[in-house]
């Protein structure tokens, strides 16, 4: 399989299966799910990175488990747009990625993702622990969810 735009998503999966948002940090990666309407993301877990071989493993473990047609993962741009180490670092992973499991992937611009759920979570009162615990998670939700609501409506065809 090979990159896509994140419009062309639907086009390219099996009805009714759903999109993989992945959030990749050096440490973490956090992991959302959307529901088979593509309408709704929602966070499932935040992987402790090892090597990327035990990563690539939950991952196909979750394709498996929860039908997945696809995955759009953030990409960390810089301020101004442009990609450093860390937008490579990720399409370096997405490379090795679809050599294992092959699925379409999106890129999906995740700047300023983690402080808007840090900033939700501060506001929802959620103490410095859960929010350690959670945030990964939540910022993959937030990519996701922000690519989910850019696609057309997927219920007019």
Do not use: H, W
């Not at 969810?145 to 409506?153: E, F, G």
């Amino acid at each position: 399989m090979t990159f896509c735009n994140p419009a062309d998503l639907p086009s390219l999966m099996r009805p009714m299966s759903r999109i993989l948002g992945l959030d990749l940090g050096t440490k973490t990666i956090g992991i959302a799910v959307s529901d088979p309407f593509l309408s709704v993301a929602s966070p499932i877990e935040t992987i402790q990175r090892k090597k990327f071989t035990k990563d690539a493993e939950r991952l196909a473990q979750i394709v498996e488990e929860r039908n997945i047609g696809a995955f759009l993962i953030g990409l960390p741009l810089n301020m101004d747009g442009t990609e450093g180490p860390r937008a490579q670092s990720t399409r370096d992973f997405a490379r090795e990625l679809i050599l294992r499991i092959d699925l379409p992937v999106a890129f999906f611009d995740e700047r300023m993702s983690t402080m808007a759920v840090e900033r939700a979570m501060v506001e929802a009162d959620m103490t410095r622990k859960k929010r350690a615990e959670r945030v990964d998670q939540l910022a993959a939700a937030y990519i996701l969810q922000a690519a989910l609501d850019a696609m057309p409506d997927q219920s007019l065809g």
